[in-house]
């Protein structure tokens, strides 16, 4: 594919379009839809933000949650003639104890990439193993008709993977480069007849930007932007939420709509975009640039924002490593479940996109532990007065794994000052609000879809709980044990085994390390 604007960069680097991942197996590995199935005794956190409640029993019929019964109080035996009959032909599931929550929504879920080497297969199940029923692609790395086919298969649920909403890259697919207004509003008309779901942008001159947004919320498509540096300085993402877009992508653009006493970044002069070390070596210092919490001028942009019903979709995790590379680098997963080839992608490189480890230490983690302070005080706020914060989680770059890294985004907004509750808002419904479909996903209620995730611990009291390497407990024989890991996730009314789904990756992952005679090694200690 020919790169029609100057800022197709970030994904569009390392996924490319004219090469696909391999597609994962028409196979079906869950367990129904079934014409009633009941889900006793769970313990229900549903999503609005409302506390946990239980137990209750949640029915189900084929795909739809028909019925949630109240049926006692904690600590008192249950009644059987206060739960819903079990009819002929349905199926029961004792769960007593168990918490059920919404299944979770990853609003930036690339499906592997061929620099990677990670499978759509391998993708999939990290992802519904970790409860993850629903992702946004954004920019569609496989190609516009790869991800609508894979969305197909998903929604037949003909294989073991997510529900899928296909947001093409803008220009992507495009012969020529998009030079005008009226080319922007064409290629916009396209993609929606193409059949995608949205777009993500990364920039292109105002007017371009301005044609093309509006166009696409004219035709009743979502939109968000990795507002890449390259066109910052002349279209931020206040312009963008101008303009109708649904969302922001990171944080890029939103310190600079927050500028005071500049227009322009303080770039070093010898910086140069193409080199990603300086490239994430100065964004670790932007927001020191722009206005300080709560100052007026950062009060406008948030109220502006606000006003405008704008999403920020922050996606912390994919950029941690940048304040602390050992902890990344050393996730307690990455010797069983990362694959070799993308571990060797994680490596410092000049080429591979998010392997910017040229010379990285003391002062860049200094640096970044800063900008993140003021970067979460912002999202926080905006989260206070009503703003709708996603979790997304851009994995399989910058030593994030794909599913881990989506519930370490859920341990950074609780780092933010989210409380749980809103940690699993952002998770659930505020991601199906934003993509439109808060009708039928998001939370748990009588009509809506079943999508659920169940697990036999609390995750409220700790989020790591829902890793599916579970959390480090001491139980009462002084004996160290691994608690937590989603035990079902259930998507569209079918039951999945979520650890039988990761002992499946972890196969998959020896397999390749067999193959290849290949064990993790740390950088430069061969």
Known sequence: MRLLTTTILAVCLTLSLNAQVAKAPVKNEGDGPYTQLILRGVIMINGTGAPAMGPVDIVIEKNRIVQIANVGYPGVAIKESSRPKLKEGGKELQL??????????????????????????????????????TIRDPSCGNGLDWVLEEKRLSAENKITAPRIFAYTAFGQGSKTPISTPEQAVEWVRQNAKNGADGIKFF???????DAAIRENKKLGLRSCAHHAQMDVARW????????????????????????????????????????????????????????????????????????????????????????????????????????????????????????YWHSWGTEQEVEW???????????????????????????????????????????????????????IRSATLYGAQALGMEKDLGSIEVGKLADLVVIDVNPLENLQLLYGTGAIRLNAENKVIRAGGVKLTIKDGIVYNAKQLLADVKAMVAAEKKKNGWQLKQPGTE
């Open 203 to 209: 920039g292109a001159a105002p007017q371009i930007m």
């Open 369 to 423: 532990k800063e900008n993140y302070r003021l970067w979460m005080a912002f999202i926080n706020e905006y989260k206070n007065r009503g703003g709708r914060v996603t979790t997304g989680s851009d994995n399989g770059f910058i030593y994030q794994t794909y599913g881990f890294g989506y519930i370490r985004e859920l341990e950074l907004l609780r780092e933010a000052g989210f409380h749980p509750l809103e940690v």
């Open 96 to 133: 007593d104890g168990h918490y059920v929550l919404p299944g979770f929504i990853d609003m930036h879920g690339h499906i592997g990439g061929t620099g990677q080497g990670a499978n759509a297969e391998y993708v999939f199940k990290l992802w519904m193993a970790h409860g993850i029923t």
């Open 236 to 355: 931020n993402v206040l312009k963008s939420a101008e303009a109708g877009m649904t969302s922001m992508e990171h944080w890029y653009g939103l310190p600079e709509a927050l500028f005071t006493k500049q227009t322009i970044q303080q770039y070093p002069l010898s910086y140069n975009y193409s080199n990603e070390q300086d490239r994430f070596e100065a964004a670790g210092k932007l927001w020191k640039q722009a206005a300080a919490p709560y100052s007026d001028h950062w009060n406008k942009v948030m109220n502006d924002l606000l006003q405008l019903d704008f999403t920020i979709d922050p996606t912390f995790n994919i950029y941690e490593a940048n304040r602390d590379l050992h902890r990344a680098r050393r996730a307690e997963w990455h010797e069983e479940y990362t694959l070799p080839s993308l571990w060797k992608f994680f490596e410092p490189s000049r080429v591979s996109h998010g392997s």
